[in-house]
């Protein structure tokens, strides 16, 4: 029986999910749907084998990879041409049929979706055959990160600053907002980014004070307080993760230059960036 979480989303708890499952036998697969009846709230449905459960996971997990990065390029399009991409998806958003919104943002993340699609790919070529879909959204999302730290490199050209030796502040770095996990997080590869050319960095996120123990990441940081005087020391504060919790009217108010990647700031201002 697949996973079927979506961390910080306080409207779909665990009984509140629809739960998959296959079994080898008939039997097992009977015996686990009884189990779930018995905690959720929501049906529990039957597929005929267990790779027919796990590919349902990839299914799920592939189709938001591949949206997010379809809206993601199409951030890049729509910046290149002088449109509000997020006004464009609230627009399209209204057709009642064939359209679901999804929101770009600084690259995918999470302990799933960055990972099960090119899980499937690599078994898909067992078999000859090339996911072109599926590793085509994987380059999308290297070029979106590394486009958003052109656009922190631009900002900060335009007040005749160079990203070398510049501090560099990150709002979040959770993966996704008001939640305290940070794997696979693209705030981590911009943080590293920035460092890597010289750039000083430093974050503020609320669910996750010190920067977390991880496989490959190891940055020695815990999270600032957010003062009006922090923030007119920095020379560029990045909103790569849009917690609810932060006070984006006095964050504007006191920093110099701002890269929103998630749209939070909706209205033109000088010193925001929108990527």
């Not at 590919?55 to 509000?84: F, Q």
């Not at 160079?162 to 981590?188: C, M, Q, T, W």
Request: one cysteine or more; a negative charge.
């Amino acid at each position: 029986s697949p996973e079927r979480l979506d961390p910080g989303n306080e409207r779909y708890s665990f009984k509140d999910i629809p739960k998959v499952v296959g079994g080898i036998t008939s039997t097992c697969t009977e015996l686990t749907k009884a189990f779930y009846e018995m905690v959720l709230k929501r049906p529990v449905f039957t597929v005929s084998s267990t790779k027919a459960a796990e590919m349902t996971k990839l299914l799920e997990n592939i189709h938001r990879s591949v949206n997010i990065s379809l809206v993601n390029e199409m951030k890049i399009v729509a910046n290149k041409m002088g449109v509000d991409i997020f006004e464009v998806i609230d627009a399209a958003a209204t057709k009642p049929f064939g359209f679901t919104p999804y929101f770009p943002g600084p690259g995918l993340g999470g302990h799933c979706i960055p990972i099960d699609p090119f899980y499937l790919a690599w078994k898909a070529r067992e078999y000859g055959l090339n996911t072109r879909f599926i590793e085509l959204s994987g380059e999308i999302d290297n070029d979106i990160r590394n486009w958003v730290l052109g656009r922190i490199m631009d900002g900060l050209n335009e007040q005749k600053k160079a990203l070398n030796g510049a501090h560099v502040h990150f709002l979040g770095i959770a993966y996704k907002k008001n939640i305290d996990d940070a794997r696979e997080s693209p705030s981590i590869w911009l943080m590293e980014a920035v460092k890597a050319k010289g750039g000083i960095i430093s974050y503020t996120d609320p669910f996750l004070p010190k920067f977390p123990k991880m496989r490959e990441h190891h940055l020695d940081l815990a999270s600032e307080e957010l003062t009006p005087e922090f923030l007119e020391g920095v020379d560029c504060v990045v909103v790569a993760t849009d917690h609810d919790t932060f006070d984006y009217q006095m964050i504007a108010k006191h920093a110099s230059l701002i890269v929103d990647t998630r749209g939070r700031y909706r209205t033109s201002a000088p010193n925001i960036v929108s990527a």
